[in-house]
């Protein structure tokens, strides 16, 4: 895997381009570049959702999506396990009540948690995934 740098306004555009969240930006990047697309999807992309995926909100985590939160000076780590986030070993219905059994206290589970979605690289806050 190689790296390159981007200023802000070719992110975006990139961003733009994304139809969905399953579309990578490498996918974007061929597509502008005319090589057509890389390599086939796995299985696991090719035939869609799983039952041991989670939706919140409308919003698919494919089974083994990573979360973490960051609460006190400590990371918080969770996995989509089952059809559920869970969290030390509890099974959570949304984002909120899992922050919620961590802080002790009312919090925005789409803006406490970040995931990384199998297969990908980076973190993202889940509010980002809300449309």
Not at 72 to 98: C, F, M, N, W
Not at 109 to 115: D, H, L, S, T, Y
Request: charged letters at 25%; hydrophobic letters at 35%.
């Amino acid at each position: 895997m190689h790296t390159i740098e981007v200023d802000f306004d070719v992110f975006k555009q990139l961003t733009v381009r994304r139809a969905t969240e399953d579309v990578s930006y490498n996918d974007v990047i061929r597509e502008l570049l005319g090589l057509g697309q890389g390599k086939a999807k796995t299985t696991k992309e090719a035939t869609g959702p799983s039952p041991n995926d989670w939706v919140a909100k409308g919003v698919r985590f494919p089974a083994d999506t990573e979360f973490r939160a960051n609460y006190k000076g400590q990371v918080r780590t969770g996995r989509i396990e089952g059809g559920a986030l869970t969290v030390d070993g509890k099974r959570y219905e949304s984002p909120s009540a899992a922050a919620v059994a961590i802080t002790g206290s009312p919090v925005n589970g789409w803006r406490f948690w970040e995931c990384r979605l199998p297969g990908k690289p980076t973190w993202q806050f889940i509010e980002s995934l809300r449309r």
